[in-house]
């Protein structure tokens, strides 16, 4: 016989989310505020977001209607872009390299379950994001996940493992599908 799923047998006590639960709070109202609504001012977000504790760099452009899970867990380096309704789910530690862009509704998702277990394990994994890589718009960028430098993940896919620089990634889940040339303005 098979066994079942129980969920009334998760345990995630192992997992800290770091801060308090004051300054957990504090962010939640904070990017109720600030982020997930149509707030437009990115100088403001990038001054708030290094408040509670995210690592910042210089021209960061960050689109009304943003989710982001625990900014102490954010490196965003200069000259990013983040579109409308991305939803950063950063249980551990996602890193956006300059440059980098992640286009409108795409989901950078640092936890997942283990399907395997009874009792549907938590597991998370951070996300790496490299210089110049592109997220395209409603994609999905997996535990684990890295993106590097130049690689493009298109519209709708879902981004597992490695994405080799400078290629351009698609489907679900993402396989290469041809090289990325870039041509100077």
Known sequence: MQAKTNLSSFNNTWYKPGKNIFVRGLWYITNLIFFKSGFPFYAVKAFLLRLFGAKIGKGLVIKPHVSIKYPWHLEIENHVWIGEYVWI???????????????????????????????????????????GAWVGAKSVVCPGAHLKSHSMLAVGSIAIGILEEYFIYQGNPAVKTRKRDLKAD
């Open 89 to 131: 789910d950063n249980l551990t530690k996602v890193t956006i390299r300059n440059n980098a862009c992640i286009s409108q509704g795409a989901m950078l998702v640092c936890g997942n379950h283990n399907y395997k277990k009874t009792s549907f394990d938590l597991i998370v994994k951070s996300i790496a994001i490299d210089e």
